[in-house]
């Protein structure tokens, strides 16, 4: 099956850095999002990326499809970015299935 | 608009004994899914349902998990016997039809089996 592999595994910032953060998927995709898993554990979709470049406030994602790869970019980042962020693929078929990746922790201290 | 409601929010358990846990999706989405996720890992989808027809249950271990979504509304998980590798956050998810990138998850129930 499909493999999706994020990195860094952990982040640590101080508030105000900017980061970038990677998926890397081994096959072609038909759907990508990125989630954000708050320490209470709620998983919140930040972004529907199959391709392109796509920017919410602070958080931007780009994905090129052709490489396999994606990446979400969190400037001035502030306490409450803290969390798990994870990628999720899916390839097609009738389920649509998404498949998360590892997931980056990231803690932002002040 | 009300999110994806899951209840217990914690459940601590013995092995061997059963457990259910219990998803309301968004009012109108179709799609409801049934997410496992052990600690440090990303979630694992264990079943997908269309309304109330089983869609993907692939990855179910079937011989003490089952599911239900009576009326392609409520949808019920279950466990039975529960074994202490079932220890995890059971997720629940829901999207609109037409909308499969528009996930939108529950707050989980943790299960603990001791």
């Known amino acids: 099956g499909i493999q999706v592999e994020q990195s860094p595994p952990d982040l640590i910032l101080q508030e105000g850095a900017n980061s970038t953060l990677r998926c890397n998927f081994s096959?072609?995709?038909?759907?990508l999002q990125w989630f954000h898993q708050n320490p209470w554990g709620q998983l919140i979709n930040l972004f529907y990326?199959?391709?392109g470049t796509k920017q919410n406030g602070r958080l931007s994602a780009t994905t090129v499809a052709t490489e396999r790869y994606s990446l979400l970019y969190i400037s001035s980042s502030q306490t409450t970015d803290s969390g798990v962020y994870f990628c999720?693929?899916?390839?097609?078929?009738?389920?649509?299935?998404?498949?998360f990746g590892t997931g980056t922790l990231l803690a932002v201290q002040p | 608009e009300a999110g994806v409601a899951q209840s217990p929010r914690y459940k601590i358990i013995e092995k061997r004994q059963s457990v259910a846990f219990w998803c309301n999706p968004i009012?109108?989405?179709?799609?409801l899914y049934w997410y496992q996720q052990i600690l440090g890992q990303g979630p694992k989808l264990l079943i997908q349902?269309?309304?109330?027809?089983?869609?993907?249950d692939s990855q179910l271990p079937k011989d003490r998990f089952s599911a239900e979504r009576l009326k392609g509304v409520d949808s019920t998980l279950k466990i039975q016997p529960a074994k202490l590798e079932d220890s995890a956050v059971y997720l629940c998810a829901s999207t609109a039809p037409g909308q499969s990138h528009g996930y939108t998850f529950g707050s989980g129930t943790r299960l603990t089996v001791v």
């Open positions: 009012s109108g989405h179709a799609t």
């Open positions: 999720a693929v899916a390839y097609g078929g009738a389920t649509n299935k998404l498949i």
């Open positions: 990326i199959p391709s």
């Open positions: 096959d072609s995709v038909n759907n």
């Open positions: 349902f269309q309304n109330n027809g089983v869609v993907d």
